[in-house]
């Protein structure tokens, strides 16, 4: 296991060799609970495509591909970004852009394969210039992303950036005083379920600003994910 000082470089993926990883984040695809849980993600993005609740935005987004999630449906692990780019507006699939690369090489310098978690975003579609999702975009939008992770049951999730953070933890906090603690998420539906929530920046962020300290933070919030996920945390 690294030591704590460790700050992986996410663009070469030095270090991972090194990383233990969690056990097996994945159930097999032919076990029935994934069958189940897939067929009722399907029916979700048919509902939300019917609902179109985007279509209720202040703003209208032009955008051309819904961006639903992407990954295992009884995932462990979910991490929730923000909204559609460019390149993943183009292909339908979240977290496919620079962002994205970055994000798939801190799942790798986690032990993990970007198959074995899930990756969804608070909107669905890609707003206009990029904007950050407003308030009002994000609660529209909250009740699917909340049934998406009834349906995942995740032990644990990570959000990416503030307005996922924001979401998630109901809370109007800064990311510097989020990020690197534990809070719980309670889905408001039926299940009711408890998810253990950590939030960190957003990888878009370290891009802009690639220091050390600030990968440092990220891989220090990884690491404490990473022993929860293996029951040490
Ligand atoms: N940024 C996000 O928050 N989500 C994506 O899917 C891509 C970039």
């Known amino acids: 296991m690294l030591g704590v000082d460790f700050v992986p470089c996410f663009r070469t993926g030095e270090g991972i060799a090194e990383v233990e990883a969690p056990a097996t984040l994945v159930a097999a695809s032919d076990d029935p609970a994934l069958v189940a849980a897939q067929q009722k993600m399907d029916e979700l993005r048919a509902r939300y495509e019917r609902e179109a609740p985007h ?4 703003t209208p987004h032009a955008f051309r591909n819904l ?42 310098a986690m032990g993990l394969a970007r198959e074995e978690v899930y990756i969804a975003n608070v909107l669905k579609t890609r707003p206009p210039n990029n904007a950050t999702p407003t308030v009002e975009e994000a609660r529209l939008c909250a009740p699917y992303l909340y049934e998406q992770i009834e349906i995942i049951a995740p032990e644990v999730i990570v959000t990416l950036g503030l307005p996922a953070s924001r979401l998630m933890l109901d809370s109007t906090e800064t990311m510097g005083r989020l990020r690197g603690h534990w809070a719980e998420f309670v889905s408001p539906g039926l299940g009711g379920i408890k998810v253990a929530v950590m939030p960190t920046y957003h990888p878009a962020f370290l891009l802009r600003s690639y220091t050390p300290e600030n990968r440092k933070k990220i891989w220090s919030d990884l690491q404490m994910v990473m022993a929860r996920l293996r029951g040490e945390g």
């Open 55 to 58: 279509e209720q935005f202040a």
């Open 67 to 108: 961006v639903w999630g992407d990954g295992a449906v009884c995932a462990r692990l979910m991490f929730i970004g923000e909204a559609p780019g460019a390149d993943e507006d183009r292909t339908g699939v979240p977290f496919v852009g620079r962002a994205g690369q970055l994000l798939d090489k801190m799942i790798l």
